[in-house]
């Protein structure tokens, strides 16, 4: 079968291996903004497609028979465009993202923002230095509602604007585990923790310890899934679908 993934995650480079190894012509999109970005097996392309117009054109031109949007869970605009345009070309699409964190059992004593707007601003009513890890592009987001404040701004490349003086950069991309994040957090003596509902697995320890230590948290809501569309949560649950269709076409 040919599939294009819309990838730029790790779950996105699994599922491509996997789906090569089980002889399906996989090609894997990436938006180009990761700089060293680890490749999959595969064909890659690199770049947007120009809106839905242009995805429409990339489906039919290549002859892709199914989309598996494996982008982050906050990556919307491009979600929006791939069902669109799925649904003109008339081909299955599914939206692969890492389970959300909503579902931890400390979630109802994190303080949810809607955006990073409204995050900003809720975090200036707490005192205490700030750990943000919103990444790169909505960093400088904070840069006014946080100008004064103690902020560790962690994320995997460094934002190009120059950071407000009270602010500290850490160019970290992980693996994260408990007793790190523990250590930088009284280290640090962090009183607030600023992230998005990226979910998963891979960077959850900084929530094990804000719950440990009692921090606070401000966790900006993933955008929603977009009415009638199917996803999942794991390249098994991905691979599985594939199988279904596979079966189907038969
Ligand atoms: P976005 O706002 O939803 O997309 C903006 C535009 O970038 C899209 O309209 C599309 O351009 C292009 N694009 C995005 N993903 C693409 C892909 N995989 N292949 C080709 N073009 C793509 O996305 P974003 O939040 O900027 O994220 C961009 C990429 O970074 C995604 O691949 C995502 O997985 C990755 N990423 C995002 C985050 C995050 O927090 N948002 C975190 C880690 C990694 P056209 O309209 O021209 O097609």
Known sequence: MRILILGGTGS????ADHLVEDGHQVTSSMAGRTRNARLPRGGVRVGGFGGVAGLVDYLELNRIEALINATHPFAAQM????FQACQQVGIPTLRLTRHSWADRPEADTWWWAVDHDQAGCLAQQFPGTILLTVGRQHSNDYYRPLADRRVLCRTTMAPDDPLPETWEMVVDRGPFDLAGEMALFAAEQVALLITKDSGGEQTAAKLDAAASLGVQVIMIAR????????????????????ADLTQDQR
């Open 12 to 15: 996105a480079r699994v599922l």
């Open 223 to 242: 955008p929603p899934l977009l009415a009638g569309q199917t996803a999942v949560t794991s390249a098994d649950q991905a691979l599985s679908w594939v």
């Open 79 to 82: 979600n929006g465009h791939a």
